[in-house]
């Protein structure tokens, strides 16, 4: 068992202020494998006190330090995606071979991102008699989720590093080790004491504190819309800047006429990848109704054809869901799709053949749902596909935007016909025969899934502020 029982604050490993001790549940074994302390508003006041002393420094430091302290933590990062890949493996289930080709490298790919957008941004403009400026925004708390524990962390720390803000990161109880490890390698780039700064705990006792703390100027959420509610309201009683990346119901709107066999398996491969444990899955396929039956048999063949199985093993499988809660979560909504007459075409309730233990879920796919059932209207988080039928493509998208998030939406078609239907849809990011946002373009949602945009030059200036000068010397 990995045990992590200290906070990194100040450049330093210290003990908490009062906090109790957290097991880490693997959930391909059900044992524990990782014990963390979490947090407490005492150890939060000291990561803030260290963060807020240090930004009177690194806010006057200059593009080029910056960057010179971002290509070292590339350097760093890249001796670490082994052991980062091995952690995400154990603590939050994904195979070895994602965590290896994906999970780890995501983000070492927002460190190189931010830095080519930090050689191209535009710090300075003159507008009319003005001179407007991006400036560092100041202490900026990141709370992480833990289905893709790095690519979100990375997503925070490297543009508010790049920005000149400092920084205290609270990542998910669930899956910590990556931050940890993370932690090691912003200490073995040199980055100055009091930058970057952990602090390990859950909801109630790190993230509310950083969340309404008055030494916060800024707080960045990636996680549930009922978690995000939680922060703004906390956050309300400060006006602190509230940077918000929620949930999510994406549709995969095929189109008439599509080819299905070629643009269905990269844009269902969603649904599958990470166990579904992603917020932009496509999880709801809208099918013109002369195509039901030839879509329903690629993706039952899809569900069918994927294997689950140890993430610590070699192979094309996947794993587990991360937790219990989240397990219990997707068996009821399988069921309550069964309950409400949907047709269960392949997979269902409990775990898959051979397994008896483990939060691993069959892969599932409905028909004949329709968009009132609790399976097309719920964050599912699992191997788990909804087909729905259309009869004309207004039909098709006012069935796409009947939802109240906004982070993504899947077309599968004719990628010109898919271009003109991209405008109607109502998210902030729009793929055609795939799945996957762009690391360097912006990302962030419409709706219930929040605001702000991280990525590329859009997340850089997420996390400044801009200030106007009249009068200044031309």
Same mark, same amino acid.
């Given at each position: 068992m990995q045990s992590y029982l200290k906070h990194y604050i100040n450049g330093a490993w210290v003990e908490s202020d009062g906090g109790t001790v957290y097991q880490v549940i693997d959930p391909a074994t059900e044992q524990p494998c990782t014990k963390i302390t979490l947090g407490t508003p005492a150890d939060v006041d000291r990561a803030v006190e260290a963060a807020r002393t240090a930004f009177e420094t690194w806010s006057q430091t200059s593009v080029d330090e910056r960057k010179a302290v971002l290509t070292r933590i590339l350097g760093e990062y890249k001796k670490r995606i082994?052991? !980062? +890949? &091995?952690?995400?493996?154990?603590?939050?289930?994904?195979?070895?071979?994602?965590?290896?080709?994906?999970?780890?490298?995501?983000?070492?790919?927002?460190?190189?991102?931010?830095?080519?957008? !930090?050689?191209?941004?535009?710090?300075?403009?003159?507008?009319g008699k003005a001179k407007v400026v %991006?400036? *560092?925004?100041?202490?900026?708390?990141?709370?992480?989720? $833990?289905? $893709?524990?790095?690519?979100?962390?990375?997503?925070?720390?490297? *543009?508010?590093?790049?920005?000149?803000?400092?920084?205290? !990161?609270?990542?998910?109880?669930?899956?910590?080790?990556?931050?940890?490890?993370?932690? /090691?390698?912003?200490?073995?780039?040199?980055?100055?004491?009091?930058v970057f700064n952990l602090v390990n705990g859950d909801g109630p006792g790190v993230g509310s504190a950083l969340s309404a703390h008055r030494g916060v100027d800024m707080v960045s959420f990636t996680g549930s819309t009922r978690a995000g509610i939680a922060v703004a309201q906390a956050a309300a009683a400060t006006v602190k800047r509230v940077h918000q990346e929620l949930g999510g119901k994406a549709a995969n709107l095929v189109l008439e006429g599509a080819d299905l066999g070629k643009v269905l398996p990269p844009t269902v491969a969603g649904v599958l990848a990470n166990s579904g444990q992603s917020c932009i899955a496509p999880t709801r396929l809208l099918v013109h109704q002369s195509q039901v039956a030839e879509a329903t048999a690629i993706v039952k063949s899809m569900m069918e054809q994927t294997k689950?199985?140890?993430?610590? /093993?070699?192979?094309? %499988?996947?794993? *587990?869901?991360?937790?219990? +809660?989240?397990?219990?979560?997707?068996?009821?909504?399988? #069921?309550?799709?069964?309950?409400?007459?949907?047709?269960?075409?392949?997979?269902?309730?409990? =775990?898959?053949?051979? &397994?008896?233990?483990?939060?691993?879920? #069959? *892969?599932? !796919?409905?028909?004949?749902?329709?968009?009132d059932m609790r399976i097309a209207r719920e964050e599912t988080f699992g191997p788990v596909a909804?087909?729905?039928?259309?009869?004309? @493509?207004? /039909?098709?998208? &006012? @069935?796409?935007?009947?939802?109240?998030?906004?982070?993504?939406?899947?077309?599968?078609?004719?990628?010109?016909?898919?271009?003109?239907?991209?405008?109607?849809? =109502?998210?902030?990011?729009?793929?055609?025969?795939? $799945?996957?946002?762009?690391?360097?373009?912006?990302?962030g949602g419409y709706k219930q899934s929040g605001n702000g945009r991280e990525n590329g030059r859009y997340g850089l200036t997420d996390f400044m502020e801009v200030k106007t000068v009249v009068g200044a010397p031309a």
């Open positions: 082994p052991d !980062l +890949a &091995r952690s995400m493996a154990q603590e939050m289930g994904a195979p070895m071979g994602l965590a290896m080709a994906a999970q780890a490298p995501t983000g070492l790919a927002h460190f190189a991102a931010t830095l080519k957008a !930090l050689d191209e941004f535009a710090f300075e403009e003159v507008i %991006h400036e *560092p925004l100041g202490v900026v708390a990141m709370i992480t989720p $833990w289905n $893709w524990p790095l690519n979100q962390i990375c997503a925070k720390v490297a *543009p508010a590093l790049a920005a000149g803000d400092t920084m205290i !990161l609270k990542p998910s109880e669930e899956a910590p080790s990556c931050a940890v490890i993370l932690a /090691e390698i912003m200490d073995a780039a040199g980055v100055p004491a009091g689950v199985g140890n993430p610590l /093993e070699e192979g094309q %499988h996947i794993g *587990p869901v991360v937790n219990k +809660a989240q397990y219990e979560k997707i068996q009821g909504l399988i #069921q309550s799709a069964i309950d409400e007459g949907a047709t269960l075409v392949t997979g269902g309730p409990g =775990r898959p053949d051979g &397994r008896n233990s483990g939060f691993y879920i #069959q *892969p599932t !796919l409905f028909t004949d749902v329709t968009p909804t087909i729905t039928t259309y009869d004309a @493509i207004d /039909e098709g998208v &006012r @069935i796409a935007n009947d939802t109240e998030y906004g982070l993504s939406a899947t077309i599968s078609g004719d990628p010109a016909e898919a271009a003109k239907v991209a405008a109607k849809l =109502r998210a902030g990011l729009v793929t055609i025969n795939s $799945w996957s946002p762009d690391i360097a373009a912006p990302f």
